[in-house]
């Protein structure tokens, strides 16, 4: 009688024909309690087993704490002869919320029990088909069990055949019947269809997280591209701002030996006015010479006028001096025309030079008007250090240029100095042999007047002027060994001033040295310009490029979310129209219940005026 057999989701339990009656009642209650706690057996078979009372009582509690039954079948059981438990049973029933199938056929329920199934049917809401075949209900049972349908919506499959129900309740409780199968196939379709649109919400919430999510990551990763990109423009100004130092440090250097070299030249300019002095103290020493040299040549004359003989002599050696004078005076000439054919050597090599810096300070500038020009980001740095080092580099040559300038125009007062000296001494030798040869001449008539008289005092006095002839020898030698001293003191000058050109000469390589560094180092920088700007250009290009992307996704989404808007929108109104036609349905089913109410009513007043007009209706009034 007992069996037991488990498929992929529901367990069934048969007790068929056990005869669990009253000697096994406790058998059953400690069965039924153990089954309380179980939430795999969904279908439980006790047919034939005369449960009675204490069975129904037992039923009762297990059908009120179970929640896994669905299906009982309690068939061939007598339930109905036993009211209290059969009223047990259906307080359980009541109270039940999972059992969806109930077999009560052959229980021998009456109208009573009826009654109180269908009290517990109107607090049921869950089982969905019953079977009450072949009892005892009659016809007061079956207008209680339409009664119940006023409550219950879930009943959708009642069999009551073999009950001695009249046909007419029979039609209404079908009507019931078929009106809750509709009601419940409508709720399953709106069910159904609300969870598909719960489905298709939730799908469309996992789209747009998604998109979201995706949107997201995209823009962290343009926000990571865009900061890298951003560290990269950072570290490449580091890197600019680093090689900025640098030239401006090289420049420092520069500046530094061009200050090095104004010194050298500060010391040249010393060393040119000391030899100025040393010329001007020798004139001095020459003038003070020759102010002895025309004293002396004034007692020379007294003396010759008393000796005249000796004169003649001193005149021809005198004439013979002043070959010499005139051939060194000649040799001076010489060398001041040299050193005028190197001073104007000089002033040539300088407007050369003066020239070729204009030009190529012409030159820079119009390099730096062009780079002004292609770039206007780095124009106001490189500009501002461009004209400051080109103002630098002009006042120092026009330094030099005054420098130079200034040195040529004393060389070329020493020059006329010496010119004028030589003219000087030229005049002076002139006048010296004019005034000597009317000396001469006086003496010569003085003697030929005065020889007879005077030869005796004559030869007294050759002795003196044999005297004063050594005595003007020697100072011939003395002004001689002078002379040679300022052919060597000439002769160092002009090496100076060669040395001074040899400086200047290194000056000017070490300015184009300079100029050639300076054009090589911007050149680098130029080069340098170009790759950062256009590496620059390139990040301003992919930089657009990700503005560009961001935008299309952004307006990627705007199109996405308005269409999820619209597609929200449309399913709100399909579940408000749902809504309008469920709350229509509902209308009509309240409707129906009326009608089918005051067609009962109806049908119960007439039945009852039927009875009461019977003979049957008096009989029973009697009893």
């Known amino acids: 009688c007992l069996g037991f057999t488990a498929g992929k989701e529901d367990v069934w339990i048969w007790m068929q024909d056990c005869w669990l009656s009253a000697q096994h009642s406790e058998g059953l209650k400690a069965f039924l309690q153990g089954m309380q706690s179980n939430s795999v057996i969904k279908h439980l078979d006790l047919k034939g087993n005369n449960l009675q009372a204490k069975g129904g009582e037992a039923l009762g509690k297990f059908l009120r704490h179970t929640a896994s039954l669905t299906s009982l079948t309690l068939e061939w059981n007598n339930l109905g002869t036993w009211e209290n438990g059969f009223s047990f049973f259906c307080e359980g029933l009541a109270l039940n919320q999972s059992l969806q199938k109930l ?4 229980n021998q329920i009456n109208h009573k029990g009826a009654e109180e199934l269908a009290m517990a049917l ?8 019953l079977d009450l075949r072949w009892n005892n209900i009659g016809l007061l049972g079956g207008r209680a069990i339409q009664s119940c349908f006023e409550s219950n919506k879930a009943l959708v499959k009642l069999e009551l055949s073999g009950n001695n129900i009249s046909s ?10 078929k009106h809750n199968q509709e009601r419940q196939f409508v709720k399953k379709g709106n069910m159904n269809q609300q969870q598909i649109l719960t489905k298709e919400v939730q799908n469309l919430k996992q789209d747009k997280n998604r998109q979201f999510i995706n949107m997201m990551e995209t823009i962290d990763k343009q926000r990571e591209e865009m900061n890298s990109i951003n560290r990269n423009a950072v570290l490449q100004a580091g890197k600019l701002r680093g090689t900025l130092e640098e030239r401006t440090s090289v420049v420092n250097s520069l500046t530094a030996k061009l200050q090095l070299m104004e010194a050298d030249l500060a010391l040249s300019h010393q060393k040119e006015q000391d030899l100025g002095d040393l010329l001007r103290q020798v004139k001095q020493q020459d ?3 020759m102010e002895k040299h025309a004293k002396e040549l004034m007692k020379a004359k007294e003396e010759f006028r008393e000796h005249e003989a000796k004169r003649r ?21 010489r060398k001041c025309q040299t050193q005028q054919d190197l001073v104007f050597e000089l002033k040539q090599e300088l407007t050369n030079t003066t020239a070729e810096l204009k030009l190529r300070a012409v030159q820079a ?4 008007e062009a780079e002004k020009k292609r770039f206007r980001q780095f124009r106001d740095n490189s500009t501002t250090l461009h004209q400051k080092e080109v103002d630098h580099m002009a006042k120092h040559l026009e330094d030099a240029e005054r420098v130079t300038q200034e040195r040529v125009q004393r060389l070329e007062a020493t020059k006329l100095g010496l010119e004028e000296e030589l003219s000087r001494l030229k005049i002076m030798l002139a006048n010296q042999h004019t005034q000597a040869e009317e000396e001469l001449q006086k003496v010569r008539s003085f003697v030929q007047l005065e020889e007879q008289q005077h030869s005796a005092v004559l030869h007294d006095k050759l ?6 002839r050594d005595q003007a020898q020697n100072q011939v030698l003395q002004q001689n060994q002078m002379i040679g001293e300022l052919q060597t003191k000439n002769n160092q000058l002009s090496l100076e001033i060669e040395v001074l050109k040899r400086r200047i000469d290194g000056i000017q390589q070490e300015l184009a040295t300079k100029e050639e560094e300076k054009l090589s180092a911007l050149t680098k920088v130029r080069v340098e310009f170009h790759e950062q700007i256009g590496h620059l250009e390139a990040q301003l290009a992919t930089q657009e490029g990700l503005r560009e992307k961001i935008s299309a996704l952004e307006r990627q989404q705007k199109v996405q979310s308005h269409q999820h808007r619209e597609i929200l929108l449309d399913k709100e109104s399909e579940i408000s129209t749902l809504m309008e036609k469920l709350r229509l349905k509902d209308a009509e089913i309240l409707r129906i219940r009326e009608e089918e109410a005051h067609r009962a009513c109806l049908l119960q007043n007439a039945i009852h005026s039927f009875i009461s007009s019977s003979p049957l209706g ?5 009893k």
């Open 168 to 177: 007419d309740v029979l039609k209404a409780i079908e009507l019931c019947i």
């Open 618 to 622: 008096s009989t029973t009034d009697k």
């Open 122 to 129: 109107q607090r049921n809401s869950t089982l969905q088909e």
């Open 365 to 368: 500038e119009e390099r730096f």
């Open 463 to 468: 002795r003196t002027l044999t005297q004063s």
């Open 287 to 289: 003038s003070s010479m």
């Open 313 to 333: 002599r001193d005149l021809a050696a005198a004439n013979e001096k002043n070959l010499h004078y005139r051939s060194k005076i000649d040799e001076l000439e």
């Open 103 to 106: 077999d009560l056929r052959n």
